[in-house]
């Protein structure tokens, strides 16, 4: 949702569906940045690992889900391409995650928007360090 899809909410109930949506897009962006993350490093190491050898040596490459021969002469290019290809989404997506964080930003400041931290959390810590204190250990007398 961008600002101008973003309509007037009549309620509270609507405020905190479109908050809630915006946090999920958040979420969304991140994730989608995360993966193909991890999918850019594996380009690296593709590269790393083949480009000291030999051009005309033979390599195999998955292809829409077919594994095709190559050689290392071929592969290296198209790889270093799509890893390119890769980096350059991710820089998009940084972007939008930007620009998605400032509009939520706003939201938040125009609806007073404030996260509370859940005291039961607190609560359940405290309940645990003090059951776990109230359960004594037996130890036999010293030898």
């Known amino acids: 949702m961008s600002e101008s899809e973003i309509r007037e909410p009549v309620n509270e109930q609507a405020v905190a569906t479109i908050y809630g949506s915006l946090k999920t897009e958040l979420n969304q962006i991140h994730s989608k940045i ?32 077919v594994l095709v021969e190559r050689t290392v002469g071929e592969v290296l290019p198209a790889v270093q391409r799509n890893k390119e290809g890769i980096e350059e989404v991710i820089k998009r997506l940084h972007e939008a995650l930007e620009k998605k964080g400032k509009e939520m930003a706003n939201f938040e400041a125009k609806y007073k928007i404030r996260i509370r931290k859940h005291d039961s959390a607190s609560k359940d810590d405290n309940a645990l360090k003090e059951g776990s204190s109230s359960q004594g250990v037996l130890v036999g007398p010293a030898s």
């Open 34 to 65: 995360t993966e193909l993350e991890m999918e850019a490093t594996e380009h690296s190491l593709v590269i790393n690992t083949i480009q000291p050898l030999d051009p005309s040596r033979r390599c195999y490459r998955m292809i829409g889900g």
